[in-house]
């Protein structure tokens, strides 16, 4: 794959390997270049087995410069930021930043295939692009809760913006100093959490970057947090769900609305209209009756629990003071780490425990983890007796920093800056309710026709947090690039479909992906293919 567009090839100044060598030591500022060394090409391969479907790849890599430095915290307590950014001896003038996830504390490499990418492609390095990533200015130990850093204010004000920012700069002296210009064009791509690091840069820093991917993005973090702990307490005890029963649920779910799309193919295409549709009630067991063919009061709570949404008695960062409710379908798409369903990130294999348990769903781990350390800074508190009025000035000032809800990209229009938001219908890490409301009030505020011009959003029904249930994976960075530089906007898109790289995660069949909003989400045809699919007008 070749690009075309603003960008000028060159290559590394001087002797490849000496330059990289020469990079190594004190550099601008707080920055520290610990080692750059040369590395020869790689080829690709397929790992056995991985927590997510990309995850398998491990991409071939040409000829690069690995560079591995940090930038130092003012407070002595503070971590450092630590960063990679790998230089291609043969450069295409642009640069990729990456985006991590979780609550990172992990060296984000930029070697790997970046978010919604097919299997098959070559890496973005291997295309020419100067990668990086950072571990966001805190480093996650075994045996230690992820959000321990939260209590330095440093090291949370660096994962909340102010790393991504550093690292981007960092490696933009570095490019100048590896080939003599700064990069033409700069793009970042993240998910989950990266897909929020990727809107704080589009509202914070306007300026930086030329197309941004934000997929799945927890922009609506604070609610998020809340949110995710309300759906883990109202599991506790009796309210927990048994596997068996999640698959009861699923086969409700699919028996409600598959058919809703003319099509019998165990996909909801349209989760928003199934959303209403389908009632947990319908479930409830009859008087005297119990086990895993139906679901106790209690049981019914807790799914009403997750799917409504999340209220504040007062108004968080850009006027929002809830959290969307999650939706419906692929309830039961297996556990794999991060991959999945219910098990994965709601109910886990066992109830939820103070303090979290590894059996335990991850967004209780994530949310009770969350209250503790990051709003009440109390690792000793009992998360059932949390009450946010409590800790009212923490929690607007952790929304001011993590929030990225601010609907007006104004800045990033004027710049030239181009965005585009992938939500998966079937995610139970976050809702996808609140990029679309985003997306929305991005509208609201700019006018539809002027977010036309910059901003798309494209939804992805009976796909999980990280892309397993059903296929959504795009060539994004192209995407990007052709509209950046070419001046061609994105329409309907096709998906690509993975079965040979990721045999575990074979979907049924690959769909279009198309701009938001279109429901019902596709026109059914015959179920012979992909091609008897097409995006509703």
Not at 33 to 47: E, G, K, R
Not at 350 to 372: D, L, R, V
Not at 479 to 507: H, R
Request: aromatic residues 10%; contains cysteine.
């Amino acid at each position: 794959m070749s690009f075309s567009g603003d960008a000028v090839a060159s290559e590394m100044v001087g002797d490849p390997a000496a330059t990289c060598s020469g990079l190594a030591g004190p550099a601008d500022g707080a920055v520290t270049i610990d080692s750059a060394t040369s590395q020869a090409p790689t080829p690709l391969t397929v790992t056995e087995k991985s927590a997510t479907p990309a995850g398998r790849i491990v991409p071939a890599n040409p000829a690069f410069c690995k560079v591995l430095g940090h930038i130092a915290a003012t407070d002595s307590a503070a971590p450092p930021i630590k960063f990679e950014v790998n230089l291609p001896v043969e450069w295409n003038g642009r640069s990729l930043q990456y985006g991590g996830g979780g609550f990172n504390g992990v060296l984000i490499t930029g070697l790997s295939l970046p978010p919604a990418y097919p299997f098959g492609k070559a890496a973005p390095l291997a295309l020419g692009f100067t990668t990086y990533g950072t571990d966001s200015g805190h480093e996650s130990k075994p045996g230690e809760p992820p959000q321990l850093f939260a209590l330095n204010d440093e090291a949370f004000e660096n994962f909340s913006h102010k790393a991504y920012k550093k690292v981007r700069d960092a490696a933009r002296a570095l490019m100048v100093r590896a080939y003599g210009n700064p990069p033409a064009k700069m793009y970042f791509m993240g998910s989950s959490e990266g897909g929020r690091e990727a809107l704080t840069m589009a509202q914070r820093y306007p300026q930086d970057f030329d197309g941004i991917l934000a997929r799945v993005p927890v922009i609506n973090w604070v609610g998020l947090q809340h949110a995710g702990t309300r759906s883990g307490v109202a599991t506790i005890g009796d309210g927990w769900i048994r596997p068996a029963q999640v698959k009861l649920v699923a086969d409700a779910v699919l028996k409600a609305c598959d058919k809703d799309d003319g099509s019998d193919d165990a996909l909801v295409q349209n989760p928003v209209g199934c959303k209403a549709q389908f009632k947990p009630e319908t479930l409830r067991c009859a008087a005297g009756q119990s086990g895993d063919d139906c679901l106790t009061d209690k049981q019914i709570a807790a799914i009403n629990t997750l799917h409504s949404p999340y209220k504040f008695s007062f108004t968080m960062a850009n006027g929002l003071d809830d959290y969307p409710g999650w939706g419906v379908s692929g309830e039961n798409t297996p556990a794999f780490g991060p991959t999945g369903g219910w098990l994965a990130w709601w109910l886990g294999t066992s109830a939820p425990a103070q303090p979290p348990a590894p059996t335990n769903g991850i967004a209780w781990i994530y949310g009770a983890g969350g209250i503790q350390y990051v709003f009440a800074r109390d690792p000793k508190l009992d998360v059932t007796t949390y009450k946010p009025e409590d800790h009212k000035e923490r929690v607007l000032q952790v929304s001011q920093l993590m929030d990225s809800t601010d609907p007006d990209l104004s800045r990033f229009r004027a710049h030239g800056g181009k965005l585009v938001i992938l939500e998966h219908m079937a995610d139970y890490a976050q809702s996808p309710y609140a990029g679309i409301r985003y997306f929305e009030n991005v509208e609201k505020t700019l006018g539809k026709d002027k977010t036309a011009e910059f901003a798309r959003l494209y939804t992805a029904p009976g796909v999980d947090h990280v892309g397993s249930g059903a296929p959504a994976n795009v060539d994004m960075l192209a995407v990007l690039v052709d509209w950046v530089e070419n001046g061609k906007a994105p329409g309907d898109l096709e998906v690509v479909e993975q079965k040979v790289a990721a045999p575990d995660f074979a979907p049924l069949r690959a769909l279009p992906l198309c701009r938001w909003p279109a429901w019902p989400h596709y026109k059914a045809g015959p179920v012979t293919g992909a091609a008897s699919f097409t995006c509703a007008p």
